[in-house]
């Protein structure tokens, strides 16, 4: 069923409508944000954007490696990483607006399609070492120049907030890693 054209047109179309609530969702963000970090705030509606082309490339019957290796990276982490930032409001403060369990849902899908389509990439080495480059280097923007998303209820909590993405970056490095290169991985070549 993943491979399937029709599929993948909807998985695009999803990810499109994702990418473009993402974008609105972090305006107010964006809009105090010095123009020199806009790039790198956006997190997960520019991770989401990547996979976009990925897709687009499939439906196009070609690879795009290092996309696909940018896909994978960041679509893990700030899935996971927005699950969790919404599990630890909801302890903090007792209360998850709807919104709060549609970004958990959102977001847990968007690291299970990275995962669950990298049969299909073409990574190498340099791909994964490009791709870990653009996040570790995001990690250091968001937490040495305050530029990371904002979740007001969690301030008091910043710093330990950033030694979790941090490590959930490399985790997701790693990943990549396990799923696009080690040998005796599985390779799967789309049927269109």
Known sequence: ML???????????INIVGTIYGYIWY????????AKFLIFV????????FFVFV???????TNWPLVEAL????????????VVMNILTLIVTGYLPWEGYMLIASHFAMALQGILYSPFYRLKLKHIVI???????????????FMYPSYR????????????????????????????????????????
């Open 71 to 82: 896909a994978v990276i960041t679509l893990f982490k700030y899935g996971i990483w927005a």
């Open 153 to 192: 209820d969690l301030n008091q909590f910043v710093p330990q907030i950033g030694y979790f993405t941090f490590w959930l970056s490399i985790f997701s490095i790693g990943l990549a890693y396990y799923l696009g290169i080690r040998k005796n991985r599985k390779i799967l070549t789309l049927p269109f």
């Open 131 to 145: 791709a870990a480059i653009w996040t570790l280097h995001n990690d250091i923007i968001d937490y040495v120049f």
């Open 27 to 34: 305006g107010y963000q964006l809009a105090e944000t010095p």
């Open 3 to 13: 491979t399937r054209k029709s599929f993948l047109s909807l998985l695009l179309i």
């Open 42 to 49: 956006p997190d997960s509606p520019t991770a989401s954007l």
């Open 55 to 61: 897709i687009i490339a499939f439906l196009m019957k």
